[in-house]
């Protein structure tokens, strides 16, 4: 496992690849310094993946001035934000991909129900 940070300037936009057989586990988002006349401006994180541009956050100097996030990325993706006047900072690690294994959080529910009657093992209960 490695720690992993970055800072995205205010108009840029930064490539992120995790690296060959590695996992990037996106932990944190965190405004940086903001001017006290523009401190209330909303800023929306974005991260570009398989050409589709998705909103991760809103962060905001008064109200929210970090995300905490449990993100997986195992492909190279883009991560950007509207802010004219901060920047924001990510962190978070990267960890090595185990051969032949799935990622443990990568499951879906039908799979897990899947591997536990496969298992024989006894679920009792609602989902």
């Known amino acids: 496992m490695e720690f992993w940070g970055v800072e995205i300037k205010p108009e840029e936009a930064i490539k992120v690849d995790p690296g060959e057989d590695k996992y990037l586990h996106l932990s944190q988002a965190s405004l940086g310094e903001t001017k006290k006349d523009k401190g209330n401006e909303n800023i929306l994180v974005y991260v570009t993946f398989n050409n589709q541009k998705l909103v991760l956050g809103t962060l905001s100097a008064d109200k929210c001035a ?3 996030y449990d993100l997986v990325f195992e492909k190279e993706f883009e ?6 006047n ?3 900072y990510l962190c978070g690690y990267k960890t090595v991909a185990l ?3 799935e990622y443990p959080f990568l499951f879906s529910l039908g799979k ?3 591997l536990l009657l496969q298992s024989n093992a006894h679920v009792s209960g609602t989902l």
Request: no cysteine.
């Open 112 to 114: 897990l129900i899947y």
């Open 86 to 88: 901060a920047s924001v």
């Open 99 to 101: 051969e032949g294994a």
């Open 66 to 68: 970090q995300i905490q």
């Open 79 to 84: 991560i950007s934000h509207n802010s004219k």
